[in-house]
């Protein structure tokens, strides 16, 4: 196993450095299987027939293991790209975040906001509705994705199972799927109550593990070139893959992480060059990566 010479780092790196570096830290997707596949239940949603009672689904997984990535994927790919002159705007799907607390008015504003109308700061909430009703049906809307549904955990039960009614309304009223997601603590505010629990079926992000390794090569093939060296990265062989599997803790933003350190070291190093013998726990450790189950240890301190 090789010890990485970490001493680059004190030094300075150069302005083609540097763009180098803000390179690795673009976000692009990569379609790995699992992710298509759950790309494509999502998206079979968009084709439903309206009626008063809409499928929805909640997608579960450990955060950094990709749903957001899923979503923004599935909201990508159905809107049109923003085109000024175009005869009609269609909007098919809204993504936004879900509010800090369960606030239906939030929530409400959060989505008028992402279809760019004014909110006036004391609109009432049955205006809000409304406006939304009309705008959605305008731009043809036919889903809401609702990002980090755990944010909803923060408030009581009572405020928690009014928020999940609008919810459920907004579903009915807009005859449009909702798509929530979230940790997996967060299907435990739905089951909480039955008759919104049989309204989400849940999907599941699963962490990796070496079942999957296969598929698992696969994203890291097609993260490579991301990562681009001038002499590469060899870091396929089975041995290294499952380090990698183990240091991300079988989380994908943690592997894009970890390959992202040694990427950046090759460059500030000069060595333009990784492979599998230096993805060493020591070696992370003096790149400064911690694992991400010791970082909720340190906060839950
Ligand atoms: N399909 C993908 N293609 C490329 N990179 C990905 C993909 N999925 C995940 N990643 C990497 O993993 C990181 C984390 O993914 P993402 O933000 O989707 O996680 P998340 O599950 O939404 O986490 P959180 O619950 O914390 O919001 C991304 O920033 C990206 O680097
Ligand atoms: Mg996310």
């Known amino acids: 196993m090789s010890k990485l010479d970490v001493g680059c780092f004190t030094v300075r790196p150069t302005p083609e450095m540097k763009v180098r570096l803000a390179a690795f830290r673009e976000e692009r997707w990569i379609g790995y299987d699992s992710a298509v596949r ?34 923004n994927s599935v909201r990508d790919r159905a809107n049109p ?11 098919p799907v809204i993504m936004v975040q879900a509010p800090p607390s369960p606030d239906e008015g939030r ?27 009309v705008m959605c049906q ?4 036919k889903m809401l994705i609702l990002d980090d549904f755990f944010n909803i955990a923060a408030g009581s039960i009572a405020r928690r199972r009014k928020f999940l009614n609008a919810l459920r309304n907004l579903s009915m009223e807009l005859s449009i799927p909702i798509v929530l997601s979230g940790v997996p ?8 109550d039955s008759s919104i629990a049989n309204r989400f079926k849940p999907i599941f992000v699963r962490r990796w593990t070496e079942e999957r390794i296969e598929e698992y090569a696969t994203f890291v093939v097609s993260i490579r070139p991301r990562l681009e060296l001038e002499k590469g990265m060899d870091i396929l062989q089975r041995a290294t893959l499952t380090r990698l599997l183990q240091f991300s803790e079988g989380l994908l933003g943690e592997t894009v992480e970890i390959l992202r350190l040694f990427a950046s070291w090759a ?8 492979t599998g013998d230096m993805v060493t726990w020591e070696n ?4 400064g990566y911690v694992l991400p189950s010791d970082r909720t240890r340190h906060l839950e301190r």
Do not use: W
């Not at 279809?115 to 509705?129: F, Q, Y």
């Not at 603590?185 to 909480?192: F, R």
């Open 185 to 192: 603590e967060s299907q435990n505010i739905l089951t909480a």
């Open 284 to 287: 992370l450790h003096a790149l």
């Open 138 to 141: 305008h731009l043809n809307v």
């Open 267 to 274: 460059v500030r190093s000069g060595t333009e060059h990784v």
């Open 81 to 91: 790209p923003y085109d000024l002159n175009a005869h009609k705007i269609e909007l």
């Open 107 to 133: 929530m409400y504003t959060r989505i008028m906001e992402s279809l760019g109308m004014h909110v006036a700061s004391r609109e009432p909430e049955d205006s809000k509705l409304r406006r939304i009703k």
């Open 38 to 71: 759950i790309r494509e239940q999502i998206e079979s949603l968009l084709d439903h027939p309206k009626t008063h009672r809409m499928p929805n689904l909640v997608l579960l997984g450990e955060s950094n293991s990709g749903k957001s990535m899923i979503l």
